[in-house]
C-alpha cells in the first residue's frame, strides 16, 4: 500500500505560479512511478506529468510544456509540480498517483491522493 498526501494548491492570479507537493508513505517510494492528474469541475480527469523511479525521465501533456516541472525527492517521499504561467483554463483539482509502470491514462494508477484544489483567477 502506498499512501499519498498532496498540499500546496490554493488560489493565483493568472501568470501566476504554485509548486504541488505529493508526500508518499508506504510501498518503497523509490521504486514508483509517479504523476500528477487534474480534473475541472464536468470533466475528465486528464494527465498533467509524470517522472520515473530515478527522475530521469519525465513527461508532460503538450499545453503545460515549458511551464510546469515535475520533480522529485526520493530522500524525501515526495514528489513536486512546478506550475509557472497558470492560465484560469488550468482550474482543477490536482492529484497526485503512484504506480509501478508509466501510464498517462489515469485509470492504470493504483495509488491516489485526495487532491488539492487550484484555482486560477482571470
Known amino acids: 500500500q502506498v499512501q499519498l498526501v498532496e498540499s500546496g494548491g490554493g488560489l493565483v492570479q493568472a501568470g501566476g505560479s504554485l509548486r504541488l507537493s505529493c508526500a508518499a508513505s508506504?510501498?518503497?517510494?523509490?521504486?514508483?512511478?509517479m504523476g500528477w492528474f487534474r480534473q475541472a469541475p464536468g470533466k475528465e480527469r486528464e494527465f498533467v506529468a509524470a517522472i520515473s523511479w530515478s527522475g530521469g525521465r519525465t513527461y508532460y501533456r503538450d499545453s503545460v510544456k515549458g511551464r510546469f516541472t515535475i520533480s522529485r525527492d526520493n530522500a524525501k517521499n515526495t514528489v513536486y509540480l512546478q506550475m509557472n504561467s497558470l492560465k484560469p483554463e488550468e482550474t482543477a483539482v490536482y492529484y497526485c498517483a503512484a504506480d509501478i509502470n508509466y501510464s498517462s491514462n489515469w485509470v492504470e494508477y493504483d495509488y491516489w491522493g485526495q487532491g488539492t484544489q487550484v484555482t486560477v483567477s482571470s
Open positions: 508506504g510501498r518503497t517510494f523509490r521504486s514508483l512511478f
